[in-house]
């Protein structure tokens, strides 16, 4: 499946993958109105790790056999078998966060929105084209694109 | 800052509060330490004293909430003592050192290729559409056989060096690895070589694993021989003898040791973290014999392969200068006017010493072609030009090729902060800094390199086309086709140049 590569050669530390990501999972889809009205701000679902001088953005792996999943104890936390997506099912969720435990690579948030506490995590943008990080990537840090399989 | 200081902020940094959404990337861009982020007060701010006027965070915050505006000169309007040479006294007043600069000269020093305009094709001889018809621009570089003759074969001449083409008159100036950034570097190699023209290396060595552009390389020989050595010499398609460079004639170079990290140093052969120093002179010549003796030097040492390039900087007596590196054995010789641009240089000699490379170009091309040794040499010219129109003039006025320096590095994200000497640069570009070097992807800054000469390539083309002539080699010091705008008597002499208005 094509999935989202960071290349750390490239990556110059902006966030703006964060910010890029956060108004594409946004309700207006507007900048200013993301952050300024429904204060999204800090609910991006890409993490930007970073030691200086190197810095790295990291989403979700979409692992072929996901801990997240495995973990779910109330099986929301699922694998589309067709696209590969690792995604919540949010009606399902009991908010119990084993899935931002159990993740290897630390990328699901744990968040509350409207006192229900819910995983935060990457779907590869399904509604667009091509995940909002890759696409407004400054420097092509990030690619998405087809790697075969991984372990 | 607790020391009274008489300097002032040049720039405000104006954040507008109600798009700022706080994502901080603004503090993390910047070079210069400007933004500032508390976190106890989850608030930004920002040391007006630091801003260069980069632009690097107004052009990467999303929200388009940052500005930056000249701060008024806080001294009483003067029109002999500009708000500048205070600003400098007060500085060295402070600091009692040399005033440090980068890129060229910005002074308001009249433009000539402002004042010439070119000729096109009206009625009696029909202009060319480049799109439907083919255009030459393709150009050749070094030193030009003899003339075929009906006579008994002469002998092949053994020390005839081969002619380089390249498929636009515009290569990329030296600028060495060290003043800019590998990622800089790099880019520049590529796009070279993608265009099919040259990338100049600069005084400081060319980095093994660019050894793949050699073929579009010109290896710079510099009064300090840094990184020379037979590979290096070998690698590259034309070698040059840096004498001089039009931002700082007469003096040497600095690279200051903080920028000698463990790649530079392989690449240069010296210490880690030692200065690099360029002497100002090369201390084997002294004389255009001297040169002589390294052109054939060079030349001996890559087997003739190799065409010799001699760049010296416009000076007063350039003409002469360049009549002597010609009768040296120089295949071309590549002058570097005023205008041009450098990763440090004194203030006082970038912006005082030198002379405008329009008139460099007429001056030299008149002295060869009446001493008739024009077609021994080709006539590189570089120093300012900014866009493809200057490029065609100074070929109208003689010169066979130009290059661009700090048009290239603009295409790359600069924007002439004349800061390349601090090793701050926030774009990525004059710096070794790891956490910098990284904003510039090769492949992208390729990408507007090799974009930009497309750009030009068609603009000379579509000139070319206007004044009714098909190849690059018919417009190469056809002064008739340019005409002098408000240019006085000597001007148009030594331009030799007729006002505008003037018929043939």
């Known amino acids: ?151 | 800052m607790s020391t009274f200081s008489l300097k002032t902020s040049e720039f405000s940094v104006i954040r507008d509060e109600n798009k700022c959404i706080k994502c901080l990337a603004c503090v993390r861009q910047c070079g210069f330490d400007c933004h500032q982020y508390d976190e106890e007060n989850d608030s930004l701010y920002t040391i007006d004293a630091n801003c260069v006027n980069c632009q690097r965070c107004v052009y990467i915050c999303p929200a388009d909430a940052l500005k930056i505006y000249e701060n008024p000169k806080p001294m009483r309007s003067n029109n002999y003592w500009s708000a500048n040479d205070l600003k400098n006294i007060y500085k060295q007043a402070e600091t009692g050192g040399v005033l440090l600069t980068g890129m060229g000269n910005d002074k308001a020093f009249p433009g000539y290729f402002d004042r010439l305009v070119l000729n096109a094709s009206q009625v009696t001889n029909p202009s060319i559409d480049p799109l439907r018809e083919p255009m030459e621009i393709r150009t050749y570089l070094g030193r030009r056989t003899e003339p075929i003759a009906l006579q008994k074969q002469k002998e092949k001449d053994k020390t005839q060096t081969p002619i380089v083409p390249i498929e636009t008159p515009i290569m990329f100036a030296g600028i060495s690895y060290g003043a800019i950034s590998h990622q800089a570097f790099e880019a520049l190699a590529r796009a070279a070589k993608e265009f099919g023209t040259m990338f100049n290396t600069g005084e400081g060595g060319l980095p093994k694993d660019l050894y793949q552009y050699g073929d579009n390389a010109i290896v710079q020989v510099a009064s300090g021989r840094f990184g020379v050595h037979s590979d290096y010499l070998n690698v590259g398609r034309i070698i040059e003898i840096k004498i001089g460079q039009g931002a700082k004639p007469g003096i040497g170079g600095h690279l200051p040791g903080e920028k000698i990290t463990e790649e530079i140093s392989t690449t240069r052969m010296i210490p880690e973290g030692t200065d690099a120093l360029s002497p100002a002179p090369h201390h084997d010549i002294y004389s255009i014999e001297d040169l002589r003796q390294l052109i054939f030097t060079l030349k001996e040492a890559t087997r003739y392969e190799k065409p010799i390039s001699v760049k010296i900087s416009a000076v007063h007596n350039v003409a002469a200068i360049a009549s002597g590196i010609a009768r040296a054995g120089a295949d071309i010789i590549a002058v570097d006017g005023f205008r041009g641009g450098t990763g440090a240089a004194p203030l006082m000699i970038r912006d005082h010493v030198g002379i405008p490379i329009e008139l460099a170009i007429a001056a030299i091309d008149q002295r060869l072609r009446d001493e008739g040794i024009r077609n021994s040499v080709t006539l590189v010219a570089a120093g300012g030009f900014r866009c493809s129109a200057d490029v065609v003039k100074a070929i109208a006025l003689g010169a066979d090729a130009v290059y661009i320096g700090t048009a290239a590095l603009i295409a790359l994200g600069c924007h002439l902060c004349q800061k390349c000497y601090t090793g701050k640069c926030s774009w990525g570009i004059a710096t070794q800094d790891p956490y910098k070097t990284r904003r510039l992807n090769p492949e992208l800054g390729a990408e507007r390199l090799y974009n930009l000469l497309r750009g030009w390539s068609h603009e000379i083309k579509e000139m070319l086309g206007g004044m009714g002539i098909n190849s690059i080699e018919s417009l190469k010091g056809n002064r008739l086709h340019l005409r002098g705008v408000g240019l006085n008597e000597v001007e148009l002499n030594l331009l030799g140049v007729k006002h505008a208005g003037e018929a043939i």
């Open chain 1, 1 to 151: 499946m094509k999935k989202v590569y960071a290349r750390p050669a490239y990556c110059m530390n902006c966030h703006l993958c964060e910010v890029n990501c956060i108004v594409a999972h946004s309700k207006s889809r507007n900048l200013l109105k993301a952050f300024k009205k429904e204060k999204l701000r800090g609910t991006a679902r890409v993490f930007v790790e970073e030691r200086k001088p190197i810095s790295i953005a990291v989403q979700c792996r979409h692992c072929n056999d996901p801990r997240c999943v495995a973990g779910c104890i109330s099986g929301a936390m699922v694998k589309d078998t067709e696209t590969g997506i690792v995604y919540c099912q949010e009606e399902k969720c009991v908010g119990c966060w084993t899935c931002v435990v159990s993740c290897p690579y630390g990328v699901i948030r744990p968040i509350e929105i409207d006192g229900r506490k819910l995983p935060l995590k990457c779907d590869l943008c399904k509604e667009y084209e091509e995940p909002a990080c890759v696409v407004g990537c400054p420097n092509k840090a990030l690619v998405f694109e087809e790697r075969g399989a991984e372990v």
